[in-house]
């Protein structure tokens, strides 16, 4: 440090076996737009080329400085520290490196570690920090460590962190990830993704998680909030024994998608305690396929301008509690089980409110559920009101089975509260329907088995039309329900059997008409 600044007018390389180590107070100059040595990946910018060990050692009253020799600095005016082939590490405490272009890179550093920590990276012109496979030697970065600790990657130019074909193992933990002008953090095809407790705010995308293989992929306790795309991307990720969470994230005012996860996710997901509110795009919404189970747990998603909810394809089993899903402007809570393989579905203490656009009707505004499986599906305690379609619509064409819908309050819903069809014998028992377009949906596909199931100690209360559709082959017993208050009839049976409906109360005015004159009678509604 007594001999500090040092200026770099050209690339210097530490070699493979050298161990350069910087000590705290050091301030590093590189003579801005120059590269005598014309070399490097930048052949007319300086760089530090290290192909042995690097270790900055800075305190926190004196951080070692990497900087431009411009006294107004301006990016891209020196190349970057590259950390180049297998013998390469380094750790970087209390470092600030700025005004370059590539900020701190690595490439080719297979099984080798690197260390970030307590640093600043900031004004580089393409990446803060990035880690890549090595066109020169040919290898990549498999099973190295990358750790980035309460650092601050800032106002580069393009990406924040980056890291592509590396297959590196990495963790980036309480770190602010700010008003970088494209990703926030971009990982693809590494072997590890543990991002926690972060603040990611105010770049162009906050964080995107493509292909990784093998190792952890972890999601939680961080903020991602106010960037001008998609919050959070997750992709690919193999294998079965791999294990997703998403958990106690803040994802809030993001120009796009809170969560968006597409490609497979062969092992089990987990997403709980993460608040998702008022983005411009999808809250949570999850395309093509999750091979195994997925639990989803005790989240808010509000106030979103796409879905609320949405998954198109879980194979797995598949659990749902104590949601709040309110005011999105699409689905509200949407559950599609296609090559569905499911032993345990459970829909349970969600409150599913208010999720429509403006007046429009959307069928999936409320809780909606296909699936295949012979599972019993348990859709119980839930509340969902004031959507935009049906309160709850649960569909199995594939096998004969059944579901319990119970302790459900539904109102105010647009469509019918209830509608079960296909080859679904469900029990229907102690829900409130109430103020609803219809009440029941009940429509029973399988002419080769009997269509017998139970409706019983409901309250279907003040349907905009019918209380309860009987359809094709469905043969309820309806008995112990509160139907008063429909504007259409009670009940509606649309099959070629008579139905079991005794001992409901049907409200003063029909009870009236059953009890004066002579019975049976066709009732008036």
């Known amino acids: 440090a007594d001999e500090s600044p040092y200026l770099l007018t050209g690339d210097v390389t530490v070699n493979s076996g050298a161990t350069l180590t910087i000590t705290k107070g050091v301030k590093v100059i590189f003579l801005a737009d120059n590269d005598d040595t014309t070399s490097g990946d930048m052949t007319y910018d300086s760089e530090l080329i290290v192909k042995g060990s690097i270790s900055v050692q800075g305190t926190e009253a004196e951080p070692v400085t990497f900087t431009t020799s411009e006294t107004v600095g301006r990016a891209g005016q020196w ?10 590490s380094g750790e970087f405490k209390y470092a600030v490196v700025e005004y370059g272009s590539y900020g701190i890179y690595f490439a080719g550093i297979r099984n080798r570690t690197v260390k970030i920590e307590e640093s600043v990276i900031r004004y580089n012109s393409d990446y803060g920090i990035r880690g890549a496979y090595d066109n020169k030697s040919g290898e990549n970065n498999r099973d190295a460590s990358i750790t980035v600790i309460n650092s601050q990657v800032i106002d580069n130019y393009r990406q924040g962190v980056y890291a592509s074909e590396g297959y590196g193992k990495w963790e980036i933990t309480g770190c602010k990830i700010l008003r970088n002008g494209e990703y926030g953090i971009y990982l693809n095809s590494t072997r590890q993704q543990i991002i926690k407790s972060n603040e990611v705010k105010g770049n162009v995308y906050g964080i995107a998680m493509h292909n990784n293989e093998y190792g952890a992929r972890t999601i939680s306790e961080n903020e991602i909030s106010e960037n001008k795309g998609r919050a959070l991307y997750v992709g690919y990720n193999c294998c079965d ?31 709980k305690g993460n608040e998702i509110k008022d983005n411009k795009g999808n809250g949570f919404h999850k395309s093509d396929q999750n091979i195994k189970n997925v639990v989803f747990e005790d989240n808010v998603i509000e106030n979103n301008e796409g879905n609320g909810v949405s998954f198109d394809e879980i194979r797995g089993n598949a659990i749902f509690q104590n949601n709040v899903i309110k005011n999105n402007h699409y689905s509200g809570l949407y559950v599609r089980k296609r090559n569905d393989n499911s032993t345990e579905i459970v829909i349970k203490d969600n409150v599913v409110s208010g999720n429509k656009r403006n007046n429009e009707t959307n069928e999936n505004n409320g809780i909606t559920l296909y699936y295949q499986s012979s599972a019993t599906a348990q859709i119980t305690g839930n509340t969902v009101e004031g959507g935009g379609g049906y309160g709850i619509r649960v569909e199995n064409n594939d096998t004969l089975t059944s579901a319990q819908v119970e302790g459900n309050t539904v109102k105010g819903n647009t469509k019918s509260g209830l509608r079960v069809s296909g080859r679904l014998l469900p029990l229907v028992k102690g829900n409130t329907f109430d103020g609803n377009g219809n009440g029941l949906e ?47 009839y009670a009940i509606d049976n649309q099959t070629s059997k008579g139905i079991n409906a005794k001992n409901n109360w049907w409200g003063a005015a029909i009870t009236l008409e059953m009890t004066t004159g002579a019975n049976p009678k066709n009732l008036i509604k």
Not at 79 to 88: M, Q, R, V
Not at 247 to 271: A, C, H, P, R
């Open 79 to 88: 190349g970057g520290i590259k950390l180049e082939g297998t013998s390469a």
């Open 241 to 271: 024994s791999t294990f997703v969470q998403i958990n106690d994230n803040k994802i809030n005012s993001n120009s796009g998608d809170g969560i968006y996860l597409s490609s497979t996710i062969y092992g089990n997901m987990e997403v």
């Open 442 to 488: 009940l429509i029973y596909t399988d002419l080769n088995a009997s269509g017998e199931f139970e409706v019983s100690g409901n309250a279907i209360r003040n349907s905009g039309g019918y209380g309860v559709r009987v359809e094709q082959y469905a043969q309820p017993t309806i008995t112990g329900n509160d139907l008063d208050g429909s504007g259409g």
